[in-house]
């Protein structure tokens, strides 16, 4: 199994409260992204990362921003969490941009 | 992006082999099929991928049709381990620091009947 671990593993928190989750990878993987999963709508990319520092967006980013200050950690953070922001939420890494997507546990968010 | 039809659920007997469709006719000639799968409760994982020919590995094949317009997803014994969420993704080749794409769209619910 990849070295992927997501840390909190559930997290229940309130309208209005920022919240960070963290991805950490010990597989020295280049790319790094966030996803979130929905019913009814798949695993949707939040944001991505293609290096230290190097960010960019996916389809879903409004509301959400991302940091990466170390290879092994790609940090997402709710500045006001809001409840449609609910949902689980999954760390992928891939060596390259093309290679395959090794994903983490996950991580399950309410926001009441 | 190209999209992928997918049954949205299928049914198999342990031991039996399980062929899973995905129809693609908008490919493009660069996009990768690739095929993930996601176990209850936990996060996707990369089953195999293919161009053109048929591909093999411990966990499945991969059939392509000859004009690529669909796939197969061939496992050769189900298990109870199995039962899963199928995803079937086209994928872009990309260069310099952008990323092909996974689109993950609904897949197939594979249950295995014991």
């Known amino acids: 199994d990849a070295g992927i671990t997501q840390s909190p593993r559930h997290k229940v928190t309130e309208t209005g409260t920022p919240v960070t989750l963290r991805c950490h990878q010990t597989?020295?993987?280049?790319?790094m992204y966030w996803y979130r999963q929905d019913p009814g709508h798949g695993l949707r990319l939040i944001h991505y990362?293609?290096?230290?520092?190097?960010?960019d967006k996916g389809e879903v980013s409004d509301g959400y921003s991302v940091s990466r200050s170390k290879t092994e950690d790609f940090l997402l953070t709710l500045e006001s969490a809001t409840s449609s922001q609910t949902s689980v939420y999954f760390c992928?890494?891939?060596?390259?941009?093309?290679?395959?997507?090794?994903f983490g546990p996950g991580t399950r968010l309410t926001v009441l | 992006d190209a999209k992928t039809t997918q049954p949205n659920s299928m049914e198999s007997n342990e031991e039996e082999p399980v062929h899973l469709p995905c129809n693609h006719s908008?490919?493009?000639?660069?996009?990768?099929i690739h095929w993930y799968r996601q176990l209850p409760s936990q996060g996707p994982e990369y089953v195999i991928h293919?161009?053109?020919s048929n591909v093999n590995n411990r966990m499945a094949s991969l059939a392509i049709a000859e004009d690529r317009k669909s796939s197969t997803l061939i496992l050769h014994r189900a298990t109870l381990r199995d039962a899963a969420v199928y995803y079937c993704?086209?994928?872009?080749?990309?260069?310099?620091?952008?990323?092909?794409?996974?689109?993950f769209g609904q897949g197939t619910i594979l249950t295995v009947h014991p």
């Open positions: 992928a890494i891939s060596l390259t941009g093309t290679d395959t997507q090794y």
């Open positions: 597989e020295n993987h280049r790319y």
């Open positions: 990362s293609y290096g230290v520092k190097d960010t």
């Open positions: 908008t490919i493009s000639g660069t996009d990768y």
């Open positions: 293919g161009l053109t």
């Open positions: 993704i086209l994928r872009a080749n990309a260069g310099g620091t952008s990323y092909g794409k996974l689109t």
